[in-house]
């Protein structure tokens, strides 16, 4: 992991892409099944990794159902991020927005935010969330992201029909070494 330049770069692997997702990028053995990215790094150290490269927290979003079908949205909150990946092909080295990974993502709502995911106690001990629940960049809002689409995506298909599929096409195979590049907007 680098911090520099009001960016953090970290290692990952490509983890899924075919499907729905609700994840960007997951910690290891968590939610691979539905995030594009996987990486080593714990949740937390990339938090520390964003606020060495100038960047403050908000807070995760949330929602909730109301009665007759609607949403109660609480957005998430924290200065703008942007994401890029880099990856290598046939050795030429090549990098592109996440977006371009993301099928039914509007470009002028992929907008990120650090949310800074938050602490809750876990058998007696203070813990950080997407340590344990590895929601380190969410599409969908589970309410523990470090790293957020600025909107609220409820994470319940009864609630919101799943809308984001990987694209394939424009991604390198399942396990090849990536890099997730987080910049902090001034």
Known sequence: MVAAERRVEIRG???????????????????EHESLVMVEAPASVVHAALLAAGARPG???????????????DPPQGDPITIRVRWSEAGVCREAPIEAWIRGLEPDAARWVFAGSRFAQRQGVERYVADDSGSLVGL???????????????????????????????????????????RASP
Request: proline share 9%; with cysteine; aromatic share 6%.
């Open 13 to 31: 692997r490509v983890a899924c892409t075919r499907g729905f997702l609700e994840q960007v990028a997951c910690g290891r053995g968590t939610r």
């Open 59 to 73: 807070r995760p979003g949330q929602w909730a159902s109301l009665p007759g079908g609607s949403v109660r949205a």
């Open 140 to 182: 969908v809002t589970f309410g523990d992201e470090v790293v957020a689409l600025r909107q609220v995506v409820p994470d319940r298909a009864e609630v919101k029909a799943p809308a984001f599929r990987a694209n394939t096409s424009a991604m390198p195979p399942e396990g090849d070494p990536v890099t997730l590049i987080l």
